[in-house]
């Protein structure tokens, strides 16, 4: 797989950025994207040990769903993004061979909150450099979210993980149970890693559950131009004791390798409902974001 060229845009960026302005940018902790008037999301990045990331996602009524930091899992945040870079892993938070996603600058404006981020191991040592692009968008009794991170390799290095790492989502106790997960294929009969650990190649990956006593269901979709196409994990429709989904690139098989200067992106669409959305929904939906 042939990696994206290095812009040459990126660089200038990075080669302006101070001191200065790095502190500017984590003076304030976080940004919150509207959508006609009503908070969408909060992306934290300017109070985080490790990553940064969504601690709040709402349906169209004003649902939060995700859950930061369980007692269980302490390094699942929200909706976060993480893999392993060399060697380095940023998806846990404990251990010696761990890093973290330093962000150097980060503004909203007009729906979009963009940033700027090392990814750096302990010592510390800068092993990429993210452009990270979430954006807010207004859809037909539906919450949208984009996300697409530019991961660009400051040093020859690869990408790869274990097979839950990428863009993942923890959600709220009371959506942990009795939920139920389903795809564009119809079957859900993805390979089954363990008890209901499940990978499932898809072009969307969706979950139902109650919150509050209502339904809710949140999809996670695909776009035909990410240079792996997304293999969704899932854990919870078997009794598990926590629900989790997330969109994975197969990078515990095939890594991907990155020489100096070399791009890699990914682009992603979540989309939440109040209720019980249908396949033919989902689907429409979905049609919506690959045009």
Known sequence: MKPIPFCLFFSLILGVITFAEQQSALSQPTY??????????RYRFGDVPFKPYIDELRTPSGKNILRDAPNDHLHH???????????????????????????????????????????????????????????????????????????????????????????????????????????DTGKHD????????????????????????????VALFDHPSNPIQMTAFTMGDAGSAFAYMSATMNLQQVPVELKSGESFAVKYRIAIWDGEATAETIEKTYGDFIR
Not at 115 to 120: L, T, Y
Not at 198 to 215: S, V
Request: proline share 1%; net charge neutral.
């Open 32 to 41: 919150i994207l509207h959508i006609d008037g009503k908070p969408l999301a």
């Open 77 to 183: 945040h929200g909706l976060m993004f993480a893999i392993e870079v060399g060697d380095c892993g940023f998806w846990e938070e404990k251990g010696s061979k761990i890093g973290k996603q330093l962000t150097l600058q980060c503004r909203s404006e007009g729906g979009t909150v963009t940033s700027i981020i090392n990814w750096d191991t302990l010592e510390p040592r800068t092993l990429l450099k993210e452009v990270r692009e979430i954006t807010g968008l207004h859809g037909e009794n539906v919450t949208l979210l984009d996300w697409k991170s530019t991961l660009t390799a400051v040093v020859e290095t690869k990408l790869g993980g274990k097979y839950y790492y990428g863009l993942g989502m923890r959600f709220l106790q009371e959506m942990d149970k009795d939920g139920r997960f389903f795809d």
């Open 190 to 217: 993805g390979e089954i890693i363990r008890r209901d650990e499940r990978l499932t190649r898809c072009r969307w990956m969706a979950y139902t559950a109650k919150l509050n006593g209502e339904f809710v269901t």
